[in-house]
């Protein structure tokens, strides 16, 4: 009898279960139909599709470009999570309109002059033992020579350090695999003094150069003091990468003007980018610098440019610790294989990539095997002798990143708009996906780690046409998310950037980034410790210093302590602003009418704003984050009375 019930049971239970599925997959094929999608499309869909309040596998640090900011997106859903201002003001975060954010920014002054843009390339996460950990984000500002610190803790820009020699970089931000350094490599040579020297003496006194900033990372700083450069010739350096493994301790530059050419048409001479590639080839440049590291510390090994530390080409090739490498003409990127062996150079004007060996370099080093030196006496080694090995590619050959199997990378190829699949130990093609349009840089997952993932890349492109709705003009900017875990490469989804140029980006497990939710009450969250104008829950007050009026207030839902604040007009206002709440996201933010002032108060953080009560009048204040049903009624009144006035309201 039992089984009998059983047996019927089961009967329904499948008979239900298969209408259930037909019905589902007659709506599956209805919304198919209706959105004009083809099956791949909908297979495409589901892999990056994320239900409502499940999260991503990786987070993608991507360049703002021009924005001077760095974008954040997960993968594979490619959601956009913040924008982290770096070397922008950005108000809704508050960036550049608190005190301690400004001082941050001012860090960034460059000459003296106030800078408020950045032309963000390339991010570079923290590694240990050639791993990403997790802790840290750099990135560098090309147009004005800058590095910014980025605590992943806080997801907040901590730190921004000027280079004291170059007028610009391109090469930077990358990291050695205990991020000991972070090498920053000039991009256009000038004169490593302020100096002005005429066009002429380009090859006398114009260099380029790399320099090391020594990164400390329990303080999570980088720290001016103890970071020097390695002086360059003016060979217009490109990108950088540290070696690792078997590499560690060295470096590779690439660079594009081994010509030493120098422009000016109006002498009859070609435009810059013909003059640049005359020649077939170009230098990759080799240094040791752990080696360099231990001459910095000497004085007489350097000399002191605007305060800083210079290695001069002549000492680093007498202690062995720089070497050229010929290149196929103008290259672009540098990429140190998962186990730094392997070097792969792009051949941007050259349709073949170049497998450089290390260890075949290493040999040539040891047996002072060179075949010549260049103007500035750095010995040159063989390009042959130094080759694992060439493999034609297509056009436009870009940059590179390596996948989770043995000897596999992803190259981009700007001009055929494509990526490819290959091997760089057999030398042979996989695959190829087109993208739309104009590949710059790619990322596969942690596909410059010691340890990639494979799985999902990112191609990063430069025009997007007609890829999404027209906005005039200027269009977004297109990163499409392509599969790379089965053989074949499929495309899935476009992501548009309305932000700027997001020339690279790094990828981690989402496994590895442990952000706060809250800060400790009263944090300076620019310095992570307790701010000077903590102020707890009934602590707030407001003192007078002959005409500096300090403001202790807190934010509360739905209240801002105190209420009113009358000062008198020319007074100088300080006040700090602690947000006492515990709960989560329960962010405030803070205006007062008329001042040009907005900050925002995260959980536990003590915000601090500094003016002068300058105009008269009556000014009121509020909250601008939407936090509670009584939100509007979260204010309060700024009030600039002139004391050599009399008010007479009461008539
Ligand atoms: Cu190729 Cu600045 Cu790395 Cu852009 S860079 S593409």
């Keep these: 009898m039992k089984k009998y019930v059983w047996l019927m049971y089961s009967m329904i239970a499948g008979w239900l279960f298969l209408a259930q599925s037909i019905e589902a997959q007659s709506k599956f094929q209805d919304v198919m139909q209706q959105r004009g999608l083809s099956e791949q499309d909908a297979i495409a869909a589901l892999k990056v599709y994320q239900p409502s309040g499940k999260h991503d596998e990786y987070y993608v640090f991507a360049s703002g470009g021009q924005s001077g900011q760095v ?4 993968v594979p859903s490619m959601r956009i999570l913040k924008y982290i201002s770096v070397f922008t003001p950005e108000p809704w975060q508050g960036y550049g309109f608190d005190t301690d954010s400004k001082e941050i920014l001012r860090e960034g002054n460059v000459r003296g002059r106030e800078i408020n843009w950045g032309d963000t390339h390339h ?21 004005n020579a800058r590095i910014a610190v980025i605590n992943l803790k806080y997801f907040e820009t901590s730190q921004i350090v000027v280079n004291p020699l170059f007028k610009s970089d391109h090469g930077g931000a990358f990291v050695t695999p205990n991020t000991e350094y972070i090498l920053e490599s000039c991009q256009y040579a000038a004169p490593l ?6 066009m002429e003496a380009y090859q006398d006194t114009y260099r380029g150069g790399v320099t090391f900033w020594k990164f400390d990372k329990e303080k999570g700083r980088i720290l001016p003091e103890e970071s020097f450069t390695l002086e360059l010739p003016p060979y217009m350096q490109d990108l950088t990468d540290a070696g690792k493994g078997i590499s560690d301790g060295w470096g590779f530059t690439n660079s594009f003007n081994s010509e030493l050419y120098t422009g000016g048409i109006e002498k009859g001479f070609p435009p810059f980018e013909a003059g640049c590639s005359r020649s077939d080839t170009d230098y990759l440049h080799v240094y040791n610098w752990k080696k360099l590291a231990e001459l910095a510390k000497d004085a007489k090994n350097v000399k002191i440019i605007n305060n800083h530390k210079v290695i ?14 010929p290149e196929n003409k103008s290259p672009h990127g540098v990429d140190v294989n998962p186990n730094g062996q392997y070097i ?3 051949g941007k004007l050259d349709t073949h990539a170049s497998v450089y060996d290390f260890k075949k370099i290493l040999q040539q080093i040891d047996n002072k095997e060179f075949v010549g030196k260049d103007s500035y006496g750095i010995p040159i080694l063989d390009l042959k002798k130094s080759l694992h090995g060439q493999l034609e590619l297509g056009l436009g050959h870009l940059h590179n990143s390596f996948g989770k199997e043995d000897g596999i990378v992803y190259s981009s190829l700007y001009v055929d708009s494509q990526i490819v699949k290959w091997d760089y130990k057999n030398l042979k093609i996989y695959d190829r996906v087109n993208i739309h349009y104009n590949v710059g840089h790619l990322e596969a997952m942690e596909g410059k780690s010691a340890d990639p993932q494979g799985k999902y890349l990112i191609a990063l492109n430069k025009l997007a046409i007609d890829r999404f709705l027209p906005v005039g003009p200027l269009h977004p900017q297109n990163n499409q998310l392509i599969d790379i875990g089965d053989k074949k490469m499929e495309l899935l989804y476009d992501l548009p950037i309305p932000l700027g140029e997001p020339h690279q980006a790094a990828s981690i497990r989402a496994s590895k980034i442990h952000p706060e939710v809250r800060y400790p009450m009263g944090t300076n969250p620019k310095t992570n410790q307790p701010h000077i104008g903590k102020t707890l829950a009934g602590e707030e007050h407001i ?3 002959g005409d500096h009026m300090y403001i202790y207030a807190t934010m509360v ?4 302590n105190p209420e009113h604040i009358t000062v008198n007009k020319g007074d100088k206002v300080t006040m700090y602003i602690t947000n006492v709440e515990r709960a989560e996201d329960e962010t405030h933010g803070f205006t007062i009418d008329h001042h040009d002032i907005h900050v925002s108060v995260e959980p536990g953080e003590t915000a601090q704003i500094d003016f ?5 009048g009556v000014f009121p204040y509020y909250c601008t984050e939407f936090c509670s049903a009584l939100h509007l009624e979260m204010m309060g009144y700024f009030l600039v009375k002139d004391p050599k006035k009399d008010y007479d309201w009461s008539q």
């Excluded at 003094?193 to 005429?198: F, G, Q």
């Excluded at 002068?612 to 008269?616: K, L, S, T």
């Design 557 to 560: 839902r739905s209240h801002i």
């Design 312 to 325: 001069p080409i002549d000492v680093a090739v007498k202690n062995n610790a720089l070497f050229l490498i």
């Design 71 to 74: 974008l954040v997106y997960g």
């Design 543 to 545: 003192v007078r210093k």
């Design 123 to 143: 991010p570079a996460l923290s590694e240990t033992n050639g791993v990403y950990d997790g802790q840290y984000l750099f990135i560098n500002d090309k147009a």
């Design 344 to 346: 792969i150079v792009s």
């Design 193 to 198: 003094t302020n100096d002005y020297y005429p």
């Design 612 to 616: 002068v009560a300058d105009i008269e």
